[in-house]
T-cell receptor, first 111, second 113 residues
């Protein structure tokens, strides 16, 4: 039974560069979520998919952020023109019903 | 505008005693509540949940109590074990939008052997 996996685990990038993260959910889960977590805070909802449809986006998700879930399987989160304020842990989760199962996260550092 | 609040950033408890973690919420539309546990370098792990139609849910050493009128819930861990040392997040969602889960800032629990 494999859980949610995320790659890469760590990413260091220079301001202005684009980055892309990948999330592979638990295979039978049709819902997939992206969160951002900063130090001392809980995860903040960014967006979620039901199968391949992106159903809700937070106002935190600026136009520099885009998420996709082609074919309703894995998902990617891209951040364009990164800023230092984008430095955070990006968490992915998947679910079948209420309880969400989280991956280990991708820690992004923008220098 | 924090809709889910955990006012104690940290808590220390002796092994074998009860740990009580508290959570308050402001949105009266929340009707499903969850607790997650997080170890360093790992993602949060689902622990226990409760629907607003109940006031108590128990799973082994973990019990969640919900007081809707006070907009308050608590997680009790009895007996506390050193392996329970982690950050605990309270989370909530609305029935009409249960996929959008709002997390509190977390409480770091240390269980002292």
């Amino acid at each position: 039974d494999t859980g949610v996996s995320q790659n890469p685990r760590h990413k260091i990038t220079k301001r202005g560069q684009n980055v892309t993260f990948r999330c592979d959910p638990i295979s039978e889960h049709n819902r997939l979520y992206w969160y951002r977590q900063t130090l001392g805070q809980g995860p903040e909802f960014l967006t979620y998919f039901q199968n391949e449809a992106q159903l809700e986006k937070s106002r935190l998700l600026s136009d520099r952020f885009s998420a996709e879930r082609p074919k309703g399987s894995f998902s990617t989160l891209e951040i364009q023109r990164t800023e230092q304020g984008d430095s955070a842990m990006y968490l992915c989760a998947s679910s079948h019903v209420h309880e969400q199962y989280f991956g280990p996260g991708t820690r992004l550092t923008v220098t | 505008d924090q809709q889910v609040k955990q006012n104690s950033p940290s808590l220390s408890v002796q092994e074998g005693r009860i740990s009580i973690l508290n959570c308050d919420y402001t949105n009266s539309m929340f009707d499903y509540f969850l607790w997650y546990k997080k170890y360093p370098a790992e993602g949060p792990t689902f622990l226990i949940s409760i629907s607003s139609i109940k006031d108590k849910n128990e799973d082994g050493r973990f019990t969640v109590f919900l007081n809707k009128s006070a907009k308050h819930l608590s997680l009790h861990i009895v007996p506390s074990q050193p392996g329970d040392s982690a950050v605990y997040f309270c989370a909530a969602s609305e029935e009409t939008s249960y996929d959008k889960v709002i997390f509190g800032p977390g409480t770091s629990l240390s269980v002292i052997p």
